[in-house]
Protein backbone atom coordinates (compact mmCIF):
# COMPACT_ATOMS: atom_id res chain seq x y z
CA UNK A 1 0.00 0.00 0.00
CA UNK A 2 2.94 1.90 0.70
CA UNK A 3 4.48 1.70 -2.42
CA UNK A 4 1.12 2.09 -4.49
CA UNK A 5 0.78 5.48 -2.49
CA UNK A 6 4.93 6.79 -3.06
CA UNK A 7 4.00 6.06 -6.97
CA UNK A 8 0.73 8.33 -7.50
CA UNK A 9 2.52 11.22 -5.03
CA UNK A 10 5.11 10.57 -7.67
CA UNK A 11 2.77 10.55 -10.44
CA UNK A 12 0.91 13.00 -9.33
CA UNK A 13 4.19 15.81 -8.56
CA UNK A 14 5.33 14.80 -12.03
CA UNK A 15 1.93 15.86 -14.01
CA UNK A 16 2.13 19.34 -11.37
CA UNK A 17 5.71 20.12 -12.47
CA UNK A 18 4.64 19.66 -16.24
CA UNK A 19 1.55 21.44 -16.16
CA UNK A 20 3.08 24.23 -14.34
CA UNK A 21 5.34 24.78 -17.32
CA UNK A 22 1.96 25.21 -19.87
CA UNK A 23 0.27 27.25 -16.97
CA UNK A 24 3.30 30.00 -16.05
CA UNK A 25 5.06 30.03 -19.66
CA UNK A 26 2.96 33.32 -20.72
CA UNK A 27 3.26 34.80 -17.22
CA UNK A 28 7.16 34.95 -16.02
CA UNK A 29 9.80 36.20 -18.01
CA UNK A 30 13.18 35.62 -17.77
CA UNK A 31 15.70 37.90 -18.87
CA UNK A 32 17.97 36.65 -21.95
CA UNK A 33 21.26 35.88 -20.26
CA UNK A 34 18.32 33.63 -17.40
CA UNK A 35 17.12 31.91 -20.54
CA UNK A 36 20.93 31.15 -21.59
CA UNK A 37 22.07 30.02 -18.57
CA UNK A 38 18.97 27.46 -18.68
CA UNK A 39 20.26 25.84 -21.73
CA UNK A 40 23.40 25.83 -21.22
CA UNK A 41 22.60 23.88 -18.16
CA UNK A 42 20.61 21.40 -19.63
CA UNK A 43 23.22 21.01 -22.42
CA UNK A 44 25.62 20.15 -19.68
CA UNK A 45 23.85 17.72 -17.80
CA UNK A 46 22.97 15.75 -21.16
CA UNK A 47 26.65 15.53 -21.61
CA UNK A 48 27.82 14.93 -18.32
CA UNK A 49 24.91 11.93 -18.67
CA UNK A 50 26.49 10.62 -21.99
CA UNK A 51 29.96 10.90 -20.83
CA UNK A 52 29.17 8.59 -17.56
CA UNK A 53 27.10 6.12 -19.39
CA UNK A 54 30.04 5.68 -22.39
CA UNK A 55 32.92 5.67 -20.30
CA UNK A 56 31.39 3.81 -16.58
CA UNK A 57 29.86 0.84 -16.00
CA UNK A 58 28.77 0.30 -12.46
CA UNK A 59 30.96 3.43 -10.97
CA UNK A 60 34.28 2.10 -12.55
CA UNK A 61 35.81 2.26 -16.49
CA UNK A 62 33.71 0.12 -18.72
CA UNK A 63 37.10 -0.43 -21.12
CA UNK A 64 37.38 0.83 -24.89
CA UNK A 65 34.97 -1.57 -26.26
CA UNK A 66 31.77 1.07 -24.82
CA UNK A 67 33.36 4.35 -26.15
CA UNK A 68 34.57 2.86 -29.59
CA UNK A 69 30.56 1.95 -29.88
CA UNK A 70 29.54 4.71 -28.78
CA UNK A 71 31.84 7.08 -31.20
CA UNK A 72 30.90 4.78 -34.19
CA UNK A 73 26.82 5.82 -33.05
CA UNK A 74 27.80 9.60 -32.86
CA UNK A 75 29.84 9.45 -36.02
CA UNK A 76 26.48 7.67 -38.25
CA UNK A 77 24.21 9.83 -36.29
CA UNK A 78 26.20 13.18 -37.54
CA UNK A 79 26.52 11.52 -40.80
CA UNK A 80 22.23 11.32 -40.68
CA UNK A 81 22.02 7.59 -41.07
CA UNK A 82 18.84 5.77 -39.63
CA UNK A 83 18.43 5.07 -36.01
CA UNK A 84 18.00 1.70 -36.02
CA UNK A 85 21.24 1.70 -38.12
CA UNK A 86 23.10 3.92 -35.19
CA UNK A 87 22.08 1.67 -32.40
CA UNK A 88 22.84 -1.81 -34.69
CA UNK A 89 26.23 -0.40 -35.60
CA UNK A 90 27.04 1.11 -32.04
CA UNK A 91 26.03 -2.52 -30.56
CA UNK A 92 27.68 -4.52 -32.83
CA UNK A 93 31.39 -2.25 -32.86
CA UNK A 94 31.37 -2.72 -28.67
CA UNK A 95 30.08 -6.46 -28.82
CA UNK A 96 32.83 -7.19 -31.65
CA UNK A 97 35.88 -5.48 -29.59
CA UNK A 98 34.82 -7.24 -26.66
CA UNK A 99 34.32 -10.51 -28.84
CA UNK A 100 38.12 -9.96 -29.77
CA UNK A 101 39.74 -9.13 -26.31
CA UNK A 102 39.37 -5.35 -26.30
CA UNK A 103 38.07 -4.43 -22.86
Given at each position: ??????????????Y??????????????????????????A????????A???????????????????????????RK?????????????????R?????
Amino acid sequence: MTMLAAILALAAGTYLIRLSGAVLRDRITLSPRAEAVIRAGAVVVLLALAATSTLLVDGAWGGWALPAGVLVGGVLAWRKAPLAIVVIAAAATTAVLRLIGVA
